[in-house]
């Protein structure tokens, strides 16, 4: 006969399998029940079932352990690092803004040519794979530089007075170099195409846009004295603007790549009381990421 103690143990064990189960997927519950009985095939029976149930736990502890390994192999889908850009720059006259119509411009102070005024651009990436698909958001922060040469004999100056402004002025004495530069951090966003694991091998498409913020600007200019040559540099806004935004594309082959970018918004600020160029920047530039 089974003792009653004996019997009130084995069945109160079954809860406490299932309570661990619940809290905790991977605790292993282990228990050994001796039954003393003058009928073994009534103590077989009762074995065997506890015998059952604990399989049953330790079936289901391995499933749902080689789940989390297949979850955290997932978490190896990601490309970050550094990316840096040169290139030129032109300006372009807005024909038909809304309809987003722009042409170079050819003509006047403001006609540069991408050998004149170039860009250069220096951003930390973090791109992650969307779902399980071959596309990846980009995303990051970088700092991007446009700067023009003006050459010998000419400077960008302010203008003061009625119509104050900027305007590109005839030096007065010999003037060996002239320098415009703006700098901006920006916060680049991207859509990319690329079909490897690792989204940065094969062919790669990438297409969004940027925002940016201006925290320098200055002209630098090198003229020949009778003394000696003179460094003159001056930082000023300039009256350009102090945010930047727009639209951009990329085509690459594994670490390098081709960009091109469209400024939406002019580079000089456009006010009543002000006198400036209404123009926009564009840029052609090569790159790597590394």
């Given amino acids: 006969m089974i003792k009653p103690f004996a019997l009130a143990a084995a069945f109160a064990t079954l809860p406490l399998m299932g309570l661990s189960q619940t809290v905790d997927s991977v605790v292993s519950v282990q228990v050994e029940v001796n039954v003393i009985s003058d009928e073994p095939d009534m103590a077989g029976g009762l074995t065997a079932l506890l015998n059952d149930s ?7 502890d391995a499933r749902e352990g080689s789940g989390d390994h297949e979850y955290t192999s ?20 807005p024909m038909d803004f809304l309809n987003g119509e722009f042409r170079p411009v050819t003509s006047g102070d403001w006609a540069m040519t991408p050998r004149q005024a170039r ?3 220096i951003n930390f990436r973090n791109q992650d794979r969307i779902g399980q698909s071959s596309f990846w958001l980009r995303r990051g922060l970088g700092f991007s530089s446009y700067v023009m040469d003006f050459g010998p004999d000419r400077y960008l100056g302010l203008v003061e007075g009625q119509n104050s402004g900027v305007a590109i002025l005839d030096s007065d004495s010999e003037l060996m170099k002239s320098n415009f530069s703006v ?3 920006e916060l680049p966003l991207s859509l990319v195409y690329n079909g490897s694991a690792s989204g940065s091998k094969g062919l790669s498409l990438a297409i969004g846009g940027f925002a940016g913020l201006r925290v320098r600007a200055e002209t630098e200019t090198l003229r020949r004295m009778d003394s000696g ?6 930082q000023h806004g300039f009256y350009t603007n102090r945010f930047a935004y727009g639209v951009q594309t990329e085509i690459g082959y ?14 000089f600020q456009q006010r009543a009381d002000v006198s400036t160029p209404l123009i926009m920047a564009a840029t052609m530039s090569v790159g790597i990421h590394l």
């Fill in 54 to 60: 604990m399989a049953s736990v330790k079936d289901i």
């Fill in 229 to 234: 040559r003179l460094r003159q540099t001056t």
């Fill in 254 to 267: 594994k670490k390098f790549f081709v960009a091109s970018r469209m400024n939406l918004n002019p580079f």
């Fill in 74 to 93: 997932d978490k190896s889908d990601e490309n970050e690092g550094l990316s840096i850009s040169i290139g030129g720059m032109v300006f372009m006259q």
């Fill in 183 to 185: 700098g901006y951090i």
């Fill in 119 to 121: 860009q250069v651009s």
